[in-house]
């Protein structure tokens, strides 16, 4: 499994996992999971994430999953599985959620995650 952080700001970083290849995963091989992880003093706030957990037939796109503490929780499909839209997608839930002051930085950071193509 590779994982690893990758800082958006003093307070944000995103945080990925791309498992070993799996048969079961029809387009990218194996199961990836990218968060946006809100940094505070003592202790890190989930706040969104990106994935491919859902192995069902038409489903092998990635949906965004929002915290359920957030007052409106969204779980939606990213519609492509082509991977430059995928992140771009995830660009503008990622600004959608922590604000348009950060988007340069947010979007060095999301150009800095790999595919989970194999």
Known sequence: MERGT???NQNFEL???YYDKDVHYKYFNRKFEIFLIEKKALSKNYILHMD?????PGKWSPHIHKASNVKKKLYFGVSTLNW??????FLESIVGEIGDRHKES???????LLSPKL
């Open 84 to 89: 430059s839209d995928i992140k771009n997608n």
């Open 15 to 17: 945080e990925y996992r």
């Open 106 to 112: 947010i979007k060095k950071a999301v150009g800095k």
């Open 6 to 8: 990758i800082p958006i």
């Open 52 to 56: 491919n957990c859902d192995m069902n």
